[in-house]
């Protein structure tokens, strides 16, 4: 293995499941905004690879998510919906394409949130540590 590699695997094993969660947002909006430049060249074997890596991650994040939990619901209402709309995207190409810059805009919030709530649990955490010590 590379030492770029090596390095790449370290970082993703020590990161909290939040930057992880963080990481695979920031990833789903990368691949719709490649798809994006991909139809407008009409590039649309690329277009398709990078709606299915996209449609991998949303897979990935609906069947991870815990339904103990409330917001999950949501979630995974949202989810469904970004298959369904993608899913419609890949059939209908260019007739369809003003739909990948709403479901940018749908994964930058989600993203946002997420990074938000990551960081604030990180503080929180980090406080608490400290008080243990104190």
């Known amino acids: 293995m590379n030492p770029y590699q090596k390095y790449r695997n370290q970082s993703v094993e020590s990161m909290s499941k939040g930057e ?5 947002l920031d ?11 991909s139809l407008e060249d009409e590039q649309y074997d690329k277009f398709e690879e990078d709606m299915s890596y996209f449609q991998k991650i949303i897979r990935y994040l609906n069947n991870t998510l815990d339904m103990e939990q409330r917001i ?3 979630l995974r209402r949202l989810y469904m919906y970004l ?6 995207v890949v059939a209908a190409r260019k007739r369809m394409a003003n739909e990948i810059p709403e479901m940018i805009t749908i994964m930058t919030n989600l993203r946002d949130g997420f ?6 649990t990180t503080v ?3 406080i608490e540590e400290k008080k243990v010590i104190v």
Request: aromatic fraction near 2%.
């Open 83 to 88: 298959q369904y709309d993608a899913g419609r």
């Open 20 to 24: 992880l969660l963080v990481l695979l």
């Open 72 to 74: 999950s619901r949501d």
């Open 124 to 126: 929180s955490h980090v």
């Open 27 to 37: 990833e789903s909006i990368k691949d719709l905004k490649r798809a994006s430049l």
């Open 115 to 120: 990074d938000g709530a990551a960081r604030k």
